[in-house]
């Protein structure tokens, strides 16, 4: 790959929330490197400096979504104006189920928080203008709250995932959340019986239509990418976040307010 010298300095600092789950910020923080490698950056002062909080303590999002674990809001809140007192200048939240919240959590924090699931819908919309249908593979939480169904939807794209309580549905969340076997319980060592839940899931998706998937939980980033094939080119929003965050604090693109949308 072509590269080019970094030559932007940093003007913005990105706060990270992670911690949810174990490796959802520890992946992302290795794509911002690595982007910023290939973006020219050849040495520790080309990188830039970010916060991190590992927010291990906020509840489960989907378990907080249908009722059997109490809101995920005022923690959120709470690490955001962390992050904001330390110094952050924009928020990203690794956990793709996470943003369920956001339009109660970002009126109470005073910094904006950059939209994962939008950013991933306009990335797709963008990178791949001849595609109409796209592949969810999720939490129940994510599903249930429709998140990315809607964003989709708002740039003209078809979105099939499987339906909360449908068999398949049943099969992803072992694969995330199994606590012998989940890639949760598992961490980087991620199970054949994951991995091959996932090709099924995938294949699933290509019957019903779907032209690319999206890995929209940080524990599919894991597996999807360390698997050597799947029925369905994928997307990572991890990646997109990664690139945009690395473009607002360079800025490359331009800060949004802070007012929810």
Not at 193 to 209: N, R, T, V
Not at 222 to 244: E, Q
Request: proline share 5%; with cysteine.
């Amino acid at each position: 790959m072509t590269t080019h010298k970094q030559t932007h300095k940093q003007i913005y600092i990105p706060g990270i929330i992670g911690g949810n789950g174990p490796l959802s910020h520890t992946e992302f923080e290795r794509k911002l490197i690595a982007k910023n490698v290939q973006r020219g950056a050849q040495s520790d002062q080309e990188h830039p400096v970010w916060l991190l909080v590992s927010a291990a303590d906020i509840p489960d999002r989907t378990q907080s979504l249908l009722g059997a674990a109490e809101s995920c809001t005022p923690m959120l809140v709470k690490y955001g104006q962390l992050l904001y007192s330390a110094g952050a200048d924009f928020l990203v939240v690794t956990c793709n189920t996470a943003h369920a919240f956001y339009e109660q959590v970002q009126p109470q924090i005073s910094i904006p928080w950059i939209h994962l699931i939008d950013s991933t819908a306009e990335f797709i919309r963008r990178s791949y203008p001849n595609i109409n249908k796209v592949g969810i593979l999720a939490t129940d939480g994510t599903i249930y709250s429709h998140l990315y169904s809607k964003s989709l939807a708002s740039v003209d794209l078809t979105p099939i995932s499987p339906q909360v309580g449908s068999c398949l549905q049943q099969l992803v969340m072992k694969a995330i959340y199994d606590c012998d076997w989940g890639i949760k319980a598992t961490g980087t060592q991620v199970s054949s019986q994951a991995m091959s839940i996932l090709e099924k899931a995938s294949c699933s998706l290509k019957e019903q239509g779907a032209e690319i998937a999206i890995a929209g939980c940080t524990e599919l980033s894991v597996c999807f990418a360390r698997m050597k094939t799947l029925a369905l080119p994928w997307v990572d929003p991890l990646d997109v976040l990664a690139a945009n965050t690395l473009d607002l604090a360079f800025g490359r693109h331009q800060l949004p307010s802070s007012s929810v949308k």
